[in-house]
Antibody
C-alpha cells in the first residue's frame, strides 16, 4: 500500500540547516511527484516545494533562497534541506504525493515530523 | 499567488447539524480544489477532490460544491468524528495554496 514517512531531527538551532527525508513505498518516484508542506503550531498549511517524477523541482518563492529538494530513486527517498532556520520555521513538516498531471493530488500524506527551532 | 479565503475560521456546532464551509478563490481555479480534514496531531486527510468528488472511504454525508469562484464543503448530519479542522486547497496554478482553515468545535 502507499506510504510516505518523514524523518529528521526534532530540534534545530537557529541559523542552522534542517535536513528531512521522506521515504516512500507502494509507488514509484519516477511516476509521481512528491511535495513538502509545513504547518506552524496552531496555524494553516503552507506548500513548500515539490520533486517532480522527472527530477525537476519547484519551490515556494518565499522559501526558494533557503530551500533545496532532491531525491534518491534507488532508495525511494526525497530530501528537503532548508538553511538559515529561524524560530518561525518551527512546525510540522509533511511530505505528500501527487500524480504527474494533478491526478491524484495530495491523496496520501506522511505522518509528519515536528521540528522545533530553538537554542 | 492565488488566495483562498476560507470562512468561517471557527464554528460552534451540534451533533446532527448541517455544516457548510466555504472558500473563495481570488481567481479562476476551475475544478482544482480539494478539501482536507485534519484531527489534532494527525496528517490532513483528503475528503473531496476536484471540487465535488468524494475521496475513497469518505462518508456520504460529506459533499463538495462549486458556485463560480466559491467552493463549499458541506457535512450533513454532523457526527462526533467529524469535529476537526478543515482546509481547502487550490492546485490549478502554482504555487498550490491553502485556505486558512476552519475549526469545528462542539457546543
Amino acid at each position: 500500500q502507499v506510504q510516505l514517512k518523514e524523518s529528521g531531527p526534532g530540534l534545530v538551532q537557529p541559523s542552522q540547516t534542517l535536513s528531512l527525508t521522506c521515504t516512500v513505498s507502494g509507488f514509484s518516484l519516477t511516476s509521481y511527484n512528491v511535495h513538502w508542506v509545513r504547518q506552524p503550531p496552531g496555524k494553516g498549511l503552507e506548500w513548500m516545494g515539490r520533486m517532480r517524477y522527472n527530477g525537476d523541482t519547484s519551490y515556494n518563492s518565499a522559501l526558494k533562497s533557503r530551500l533545496s529538494i532532491s531525491r534518491d530513486t534507488s532508495k525511494n527517498q526525497v530530501f528537503l534541506k532548508m538553511n538559515s532556520l529561524q524560530t518561525d520555521d518551527t512546525g510540522t513538516y509533511y511530505c505528500t504525493r501527487a500524480g504527474r498531471w494533478t491526478i491524484p493530488f495530495f491523496d496520501y500524506w506522511g505522518q509528519g515530523v515536528m521540528v522545533t527551532v530553538s537554542s | 499567488d492565488i488566495q483562498m479565503t476560507q470562512s468561517p475560521s471557527s464554528m460552534s456546532v451540534s451533533l446532527g447539524d448541517t455544516v457548510t464551509i466555504t472558500c473563495r478563490a481570488s481567481q479562476d481555479v476551475g475544478i482544482y480544489v480539494n478539501w482536507f480534514q485534519q484531527k489534532p496531531g494527525k496528517s490532513p486527510r483528503r475528503m473531496i477532490y476536484r471540487a465535488t468528488n468524494l475521496a475513497d472511504g469518505v462518508p456520504s454525508r460529506f459533499s463538495g460544491s462549486r458556485s463560480g469562484s466559491d467552493y463549499s464543503l458541506t457535512i450533513s448530519s454532523l457526527e462526533s468524528e467529524d469535529v476537526a479542522d478543515y482546509h481547502c486547497l487550490q492546485y490549478d496554478e502554482y504555487p498550490p495554496t491553502f485556505g486558512a482553515g476552519t475549526k469545528l468545535e462542539l457546543k
